[in-house]
C-alpha cells in the first residue's frame, strides 16, 4: 500500500511564505508525481501546480510567479514553495500521484493539509 502524506501547511500572514512537501511512503517501486490540488469549502477542488515526469512545470494564473512546484525522486518527495500568499491562498492543498503497481498506474490523493492566509 502507498500514501501520500502532506506537510507543511499551518497559519501564516499575507505576504509571508510557506513550503509544503508531499512523501510517498510504503511499498514504492515507481511514484510519478502529477502535482498540488487546493480546495475551500463549497469549492470543486482545483489543479494549482502540476509537473511532467520530464520536469515540465505548469501553474495556475493565479499563483504564477509566486508558487513554485518541484520534487526529488531520490526521496519519492514532492514540494510547493508558496511566497507572497494572499488570503485568497487559503485551503486545503492535497497532493496527487500516480504509483506503478505491475499492471498500471494507480492515482493516489494525499489526505490535506490546512493553509490559512490572515492577519
Known amino acids: 500500500q502507498v500514501q501520500l502524506v502532506e506537510s507543511g501547511g499551518g497559519l501564516v500572514q499575507p505576504g509571508g511564505s510557506l513550503r509544503l512537501s508531499c512523501a510517498a511512503s510504503g511499498n514504492i517501486f515507481r511514484i510519478n508525481f502529477v502535482g498540488w490540488y487546493r480546495q475551500v469549502p463549497g469549492k470543486e477542488r482545483e489543479l494549482v501546480a502540476r509537473i511532467t515526469s520530464g520536469g515540465n512545470t505548469n501553474y495556475a494564473d493565479s499563483v504564477k510567479g509566486r508558487f513554485t512546484i518541484s520534487r526529488d525522486n531520490a526521496k519519492n518527495t514532492m514540494y510547493l514553495q508558496m511566497n507572497s500568499l494572499k488570503p485568497e491562498d487559503t485551503a486545503v492543498y492535497y497532493c496527487?500521484?500516480?504509483?506503478?503497481?505491475?499492471?498500471?498506474?494507480?492515482?493516489?490523493w494525499g489526505q490535506g493539509t490546512q493553509v490559512t492566509v490572515s492577519s
Open positions: 496527487n500521484g500516480n504509483h506503478w503497481e505491475g499492471i498500471g498506474f494507480r492515482n493516489y
